[in-house]
């Protein structure tokens, strides 16, 4: 494997599980310092000690990042820990329930937007902060998702913060191109994650009927998402910015 993050020190939220766990593997093998962040704390220790035993260097800081305090402080401790930072993958998270326009509650409609959508620009507003106090540039990559590009039935709250995610993506990255600062956005399809699978049990649906509607006819591995988190993260994206990248099986090409 390539070490095209070595030396980085690279941010991760939702690092505990799925997507956000493969993403921070990868970047860790990859030759990043990882910093995990994350709510889940029992789970979020694991995968900083799973990069450590794979011969990487890695950390664990609980944060909420719906509390503006807490992702200050985040950023904080990355760089009194390992002196700067250089990327981070804004992954953290929640599907919120799924619903259509007239029966989703008012409070998982707020609690969405508040994770999916506040949380990312809590993120970016001091990520990008450090990054111009280094006066050193960096990278961004976000978690929106083909429901960020698309419409779709039922989820209208998850729908509404992933269309969000990619617009700020696209403000951020626009707002600090001269200052050799890329942000982009990876758009998931249907990943096999422990979050798709409470999504398929609420519902009474099994696996097989998500991948059937993949056009590649699987779902997709969330190491697949993270392998592409790490590129763009990476020098060799060095001329993307401001991009929704579809990882999702051909799912927008229909």
Not at 153 to 174: D, F
């Amino acid at each position: 494997m390539s070490r095209k993050l070595e030396g980085k020190v690279i941010i991760v939220t939702g690092g505990s599980t799925g997507i956000g766990r493969a993403a921070a593997l990868r970047c860790g093998a990859d030759g990043a310092a990882i910093v995990i962040a994350d709510v889940s704390v029992e789970a979020g220790e694991a995968t900083a000690r799973d990069i450590e035993r794979a011969g990487g260097h890695a950390s664990f800081v609980r944060t909420d990042v719906v509390d503006d305090a807490q992702v200050e402080a985040l950023v904080a401790t990355t760089v009194q820990r390992y002196g700067r930072l250089d990327g981070a993958f804004n992954n953290a998270g929640i599907d919120g329930g799924f619903a259509n326009t007239i029966k989703m509650s008012e409070e998982a409609f707020d609690r969405t937007i508040a994770v999916n959508l506040k949380g990312v620009w809590l993120c970016l507003k001091h990520q990008i902060g450090q990054f111009l106090a280094q006066g050193s540039g960096g990278a961004i990559v976000n978690t929106a998702s083909v429901a960020g590009l698309v419409g779709t039935r039922g989820g209208i709250a998850y729908c509404a913060s992933k269309h969000g995610v990619v617009g700020m993506t696209k403000c951020a990255a626009l707002d600090f191109s001269k200052k050799r600062i890329r942000v982009n956005a990876v758009c998931p399809g249907i990943i096999e994650t422990p979050m798709l699978e409470r999504m398929a049990a609420d519902r009474g649906i099994g696996l097989d009927a998500y991948a059937a509607q993949e056009p590649v006819g699987r779902l997709g591995e969330p190491r697949e998402i993270g392998d592409a988190v790490a590129w763009l993260l990476s020098d060799e994206a060095s001329f993307v910015t401001g991009i929704a990248l579809p990882v999702d099986g051909g799912w927008t090409a229909v």
